[in-house]
Structures are given as C-alpha cells and as structure tokens.
C-alpha cells in the first residue's frame, strides 16, 4: 500500500477474494459457446475463444519467472542485489495475477464493442511493424515521462511508492501497482494494439507477441539477476539504447531518481538521468559467482503436493505453512509430471538462503518424496544423492551440513553415521540435530507434569527423551510390551523405575512420534496435549484435544531473507534440526552429531536461547493452527 493511498488504489475486484476470477466466468462462457454452439459460421471467431489460452499462458510465463528467479537468487550466481525478501513483501505481491483479470476483461469488452477486432489474420508483417515502431516511439516516450511524474512526491506518496516499497525485486515485483496506475499503463499499451486494429493490420501473432514481449521484459527487469550476455552489446553496441538489462531496472529500485525508461534506455540517454554506476553494476553482476554458505539444511520432497509449496514454487503457498487445497486436483498434470521427473532423474538443488548475523544459511532439498523414502529399492538412489551433498559440501569449504526430514533416518543411513565410515576425512561437520530435537520436546511439555504417554515409532531422540524424563522423576508409559521392553533396555537401572507399561489412558500429556493411530488418539482423554518428537506431525483426528508443532523454535528477527515456511511450521518457526546445524556453526563445535552421538541436551538448548531462538508455546501454536 502507498504512504498515503490516492482514489482507485484498491481493485474492483478486492472483496471477492479467492473468487476473484468470477469476474471473468461470463464471458469465458459465452466465448465458448459462440464458437462450439453456434451455428452460424460468421460468429465461430477464433480470436474470442483464444483470450483465455493467452491469459492462462501470462500466469503460466510470469511463475516460470518467479521460480527461475527464486532458484537462481538462491545459488547467488549473478546475483544484484541482496537485500533481503520479507514475508510482508511476498503479502504486498500476492495480487499480481490481478492485472492479468484486468487486461482479460479489456480484452473481451474490447473484442466484443470492436467489429475490427473480429476474424484478424493469424499474420500480418505490416501490423507487426506498426505495434514495434509505435512502442519504440510514442509509447517508450510517454511512458518516460508518466515515470517522472509519478516520482513527483504527490503522485508518489498515493501510488508508485507502493510499488518501490519492495528494494529487492522479484518478478511479479514489476506488475505490482495500484489499480489507477494499471489504468493508465494499460492505455499507453493499447496505443500500437488499438492503432493496428483501427488500420486494419492487427493479427493474433502481433496481439500475442506484444503482449508476451511487455511481460518478458517487465519480468526480465526485476528477476534481481543478470543474465544478458556482454556478447550481445559488443556484436551491435547501439543495442543498448533499445534494451535495458536487470541490473539496469534494478538501480532505478536502489536509487529512485535514475533509469527511469521502461525497457529501452535511450530516453535517460537523451534527457540525462542515466544511472552512471549502470555499466559498473552489468559488469560486477556478470561476473558474480554462485554463494558459498556457511551452513547447509538437506531436506527433501514430503507430499506430491509439496512441490508447490517450495519456495522455488508458488510464493503465496510457500509463505504460508503447508496445508492441502482443494483445486490441486485440477493441477494433477503437473504432479504427476513432477512425480516422474524425481522418479527417472533427479539432482539436489538449492530451494531457499538464509542470514544469520555474520553466517550464510543454504537449504538444498533431495528431490524424493517422503514415500520413496520407505521403499528398499529406492534407498541406494537416496543414500548417493545424501552423500553426493555431503561431499559437494565438503569440496565447497562448508562447514555445517544438517540432515533434515528422513534424510538421517536410522534404516536409511543410522543417522547419518553411514557417510562417515564411508568418508572418515570429512572437514564439513555432518549434524542430525536430535539433541535440540529433545531439548525442544522436553521444553515443551508443561511444568508440573508428573506422568506422560510416549507413543510412537522409536528413534534416537525418543530414547533420548524417555531417559531424560526418568531421569527428571517423570513418569513414562508406554501403551505397548514391545516398546516397554526395547525402551528397559536402554535406560539405567535407577531409571527405569519411572519406565511404566500402561492399558490406562488417563494421562493429558502425549509424546508421540510415527505410527500414533487414529484409534489411540480417540481413547486418549478430551483436552489431551499431542506433542511430536518425530520430524512429521500426526494426522489429527480430535477437535477436542490440542495438537504441539514438531520440535521447532521461533526464530530472531535477525534471521534475513525469510519469505517462506518451513513445511507445516509458522511463519519465522524453524525445525529444531534446521536449528541445530546453524549452533553447530555459530558455536565453533567440532563434532559430528550422527549416529548414537548427543551433545549435553542443557548446553545445546541454552546455546539456542543464547541466539535469540525462542520456545514454542502452546498459544502460538492454537493461534496457527487456527488459522489454518
């Protein structure tokens, strides 16, 4: 929103909310049905029934950007800018699919108020001529001066301020205008579409040629890296009068009183507001090499759905923890597509970069789904792409490399300790975080409890949690013999008097893990506190009890470039395992945590707090959940 909003900054459209395509709905339909049910041929017009596949294919090219942008942002190659990208930015751009409603409504009104927009050629070499010579001229012109006039502090403070509240840009950042300023782009841009369709020379090819070459360079410009060659100035130097770069736009975001030409630069040539460090900035982005972090969080696929929730997919879902939607069904395409990608071929990849104080956080992401990762077959494949990132890590000088999800599962790998009796010289530390994990759990469970109920699939941090609590004076019970006895075996003797084999589920307090039934979670009492120590919350099958987030820990305000949630976690919440490999490095330990190694859970925990991570409650976590 502008400092101080003009008239008309809202969309019409604003109140509808998620139904906002609605708007639309009327004139799809009588699209389609003039050209499939009309008898008459004159009305069966091909150039109303395609203003849907453009509009579809504007979404489809503007995610592209974004994704591209995300991941290449993320690697640090060409970079230009890193400051960093907030949840309130990804808020304020939530919305840019707005101007694609709009220009769709222009399109139709238009189509059906113009008897020369109907039945155009495929192809006309004249029209296309017209629309590049008008854009060159009088709309790169006015366009300069609009520009201007918009940075007058009047204009300024009620509309284009709302689009330079973002300094770092994304993509989407370039459509992100209120409602009034859309207007009058939107009339500078209909001056060559409108003049070719009034002379007769408009075609479909140059209506969807200009219309695909406003969106690529508007998306080109704010994507924050480089990536026009240096080559292509030196083969035609003129060129760079006709074509602005990345880096270029990006200055105008920086300084706000330079580079104020819509793509062709020639106009801040010709009236003198050249940025003058623009050349210097081209250059330094070129050669900018891709980051090497300090720290790396190896994560991996969950759910099918999961791939649209990574940041590198749809940013308003990847801000937002990961909840199931109904009009995925309609996306199944590319999930399915996306299923066999990772099934066929797969590589890591960077998803995400962090700043915490003076150390650089990566998150790369095994490109497996949580399913695979329970099949015999599929464990070999997983364990190369887990050790093939370790030793990438370890060749790129990385300190920490922390395992999350199953990625350290004890099946898979023993916690990780596989990789190191493989590769005994690693210099990366290899952490599975349990011992922060436990601390998390431990944290979590109300003062005053005298008795809990541990339930769930054993792992390390289970055991761990069980004799810590033991070990406190707190009762533990188990609800099956099996369990009861595997959990015996591992506690002293003094401990396991506090060890219990229950048939009762009298307890409000539940440790659970993998492998929680529905059925047990019906028989526990109302009000019963589910609190997770495995790294996948449980199916939830009561209303009337409350459910704790995985072992997490909310994060400082000085952890930057935070713009999406980790999975199911809040906003600004980290895994307790992600957490762990950020101490490692921060503290300077020189230990790997795999296998059945634990740090002292007490120093692990008050190294976190130490950082500025905070606890969990149970209010923030009712809060979230019911939001959602």
């Not at 139904?19 to 008459?40: E, G, N, Q, R, W």
């Not at 059906?112 to 060159?136: C, K």
């Not at 994990?437 to 699939?457: M, Q």
């Not at 905070?614 to 979230?624: A, F, K, N, Q």
Request: charged letters at 20%; hydrophobic letters at 40%; a positive charge.
């Amino acid at each position: 929103m502008a400092s101080k909003p003009g008239i008309l900054t809202e969309w019409p459209w604003t109140c509808l909310g998620n139904f906002k395509y609605l708007v639309l709905a009327p004139f799809v339909c009588h699209s389609t049905y003039t050209y499939f049910m009309s008898k008459d041929e004159r009305q069966r017009d091909i150039v109303y029934i395609i203003i849907l596949p453009l509009l579809l294919s504007r979404i489809i090219h503007n995610q592209i950007w974004i994704s591209l942008s995300r991941y290449r942002t993320a690697k640090g190659n060409n970079r230009i800018v890193d400051k960093s990208i907030e949840f309130d930015q990804v808020d304020r751009e939530s919305n840019w699919d707005d101007q694609i409603i709009f220009n769709g409504l222009l399109y139709y009104i238009g189509y059906l108020m113009l008897e020369q927009a109907h039945h155009m050629p495929v192809w006309r070499t004249d029209g296309i001529i017209i629309i590049g010579l008008l854009h060159s001229g009088p709309v790169e012109f006015l366009y300069y001066w609009l520009h201007r006039a918009l940075h007058h502090h009047f204009l300024y403070s009620r509309y284009h301020s709302h689009h330079h509240s973002s300094i770092a840009t994304e993509p989407i950042t370039s459509v992100i205008h209120p409602f009034a300023e859309h207007l009058s782009y939107f009339t500078l841009f209909s001056i060559p579409l409108f003049t070719t369709v009034f002379t007769g020379t408009a075609s479909i090819a140059s209506f969807g040629a200009y219309v695909t070459y406003i969106d690529f360079m508007n998306n080109m410009g704010h994507c924050n890296f480089e990536l026009i060659p240096k080559w292509i100035f030196s083969i035609f130097p003129p060129l760079k009068y006709f074509m602005y770069t990345p880096s270029y736009h990006s200055l105008h975001h920086t300084q706000f009183r330079t580079n104020y030409s819509l793509f062709m630069p020639m106009y801040d040539y010709i009236y003198d507001t050249l940025d003058k460090s623009s050349d210097t900035l081209y250059e330094k982005s070129l050669k900018r090499e891709a980051e090497v972090p300090d720290v790396v969080h190896l994560t991996h696929l969950t759910t099918p759905e999961s791939i649209y929730h990574l940041r590198l997919g749809f940013a308003s879902l990847a801000s937002n923890p990961h909840t199931s939607r109904w009009y995925f069904w309609l996306m199944w395409p590319v999930t399915l597509w996306s299923i066999m990608i990772t099934w066929i071929y797969g590589r890591t990849f960077v998803v995400e970069r962090n700043m915490f104080k003076n150390i650089k956080l990566q998150t790369w992401a095994i490109p497996k789904y949580r399913v695979q990762y329970f099949m015999k077959w599929q464990r070999e494949t997983i364990n190369n792409l887990i050790e093939e990132s370790i030793m990438e890590a370890d060749q790129k000088g990385i300190r920490v490399l922390s395992l999350g999800l199953l990625n350290q599962a004890k099946k898979l790998n023993s916690n990780g300790e596989l990789y190191l009796k493989r590769h005994p010289q690693l210099k990366v530390k290899v952490v599975d975080g349990s011992s922060l994990a436990v601390a998390a759990v431990l944290n979590s469970i109300p003062k005053g409890t005298s008795h809990v109920v541990l339930r769930g699939r054993l792992s390390k941090v289970a055991y761990s949690i069980a004799l810590a609590l033991c070990q406190r004076g707190i009762q533990v019970a188990t609800l099956h013999e099996e369990e009861y006895k595997r959990l015996n075996a591992k506690l002293t003797r003094e401990a396991a008097t506090n060890l219990v084999l229950s048939k009762s589920y009298v307890s409000k307090i539940w440790l659970v893990g993998d492998g929680l039934s529905e059925d047990e979670q019906l028989k526990a009492p109302k009000g019963t506190l589910f609190i997770p120590y495995s790294q996948f919350p449980p199916r939830k099958a009561r209303k009337d009890c409350f459910y704790f987030n995985t072992p997490a820990m909310i994060t400082p305000k000085h952890l930057e470039n935070v713009d999406s949630c980790e999975n199911w976690l809040p906003r600004r919440v980290m895994s307790a395992w992600r957490i762990a490999g950020i101490l490692h490095a921060l503290e300077g330990w020189n230990e790997n945590e795999c296998g059945d190694m634990m740090f002292d859970i007490d120093k692990v925990w008050k190294a976190s707090v130490d950082h500025g991570f905070r606890p969990l409650t149970l209010v923030t976590t009712s809060t979230d959940q019911s939001k959602n």
